[in-house]
T-cell receptor
Framework: AQTVTQSQPEMSVQEAETVTLSCTYD???????LFWYKQPPSRQMILVIR??????QNATENRFSVNFQKAAKSFSLKISDSQLGDTAMYFCAWRGRSGGSNYKLTFGKGTLLTVNP | DTAVSQTPKYLVTQMGNDKSIKCEQN?????MYWYKQDSKKFLKIMFS???????INETVPNRFSPKSPDKAHLNLHINSLELGDSAVYFC?????????????FGPGTRLTVL
């Protein structure tokens, strides 16, 4: 079974600084997708960024970028120029491409990020 | 214009009662999901439906019965509620089972069982 591990339950960063959230996963599949979701205090789940495992290039979305290391099964999220609105719980998630694993997201336990003024 | 909506947003009820949560999406998606987020914020898949057919039932007690009357709706009925059912329940939708397709989440329903 696939597992996703986020080893940092909580992190904090000063406004305008850079922070990196860690995520590792375990899977025997070769093709899959990885996601970072953000859950602010409003409870809404918001997709931050996605990575396709067969693409070597790391995904970027404005201030958000990932460091995807397929061999190490590592998928970290870097947030640059942190803003107060980035304060949220961040979830790393894995999704397969077939065999039923494509019909669900497997989540890590989350990292609570606080951006301090 | 809400993409994925759930009703109610909050539900407080007594142990032993039966309750339903409704979910609707207006994105034209053919796949819908129910996730449970426990008190420690851990999110876990409960059910997945594709074109109204059950694809995944992730070892959920049979007190939970999802129903998909059409592709735009996936309701969750819970019988004989227990204290451990207290959680936030999220509905989500996506287009097909293509892994790269984003799952859009509803606002969640906070269920409290007393």
């Amino acid at each position: 079974a696939q597992t996703v591990t986020q080893s940092q339950p909580e992190m904090s960063v000063q406004e305008a600084e850079t922070v990196t959230l860690s995520c590792t996963y375990d899977t025997s599949e070769n093709n899959y997708y990885l996601f970072w979701y953000k859950q602010p205090p409003s409870r809404q789940m918001i997709l931050v960024i996605r990575q396709e495992a067969y693409k070597q290039q790391n995904a970027t979305e404005n201030r958000f970028s990932v460091n995807f290391q397929k061999a190490a099964k590592s998928f970290s999220l870097k947030i640059s120029d942190s803003q107060l609105g980035d304060t949220a719980m961040y979830f790393c998630a894995w999704r397969g491409r077939s065999g039923g694993s494509n019909y669900k997201l497997t989540f890590g336990k989350g990292t609570l990020l606080t951006v301090n003024p | 214009d809400t993409a994925v909506s759930q009703t109610p947003k909050y539900l407080v009820t007594q142990m032993g009662n039966d309750k339903s949560i409704k979910c609707e999406q207006n994105l034209g998606h053919d796949t819908m999901y129910w996730y449970k987020q426990d008190s420690k914020k851990f999110l876990k898949i409960m059910f997945s439906y594709n074109n109204k057919e059950l694809i995944i039932n992730e070892t959920v007690p049979n007190r939970f019965s999802p129903k998909s009357p059409d592709k735009a709706h996936l309701n969750l009925h819970i019988n004989s509620l227990e204290l451990g059912d207290s959680a936030v329940y999220f509905c989500a939708s996506s287009q097909g089972g293509q892994g790269r397709n984003e799952q859009f989440f509803g606002p969640g329903t906070r269920l409290t069982v007393l």
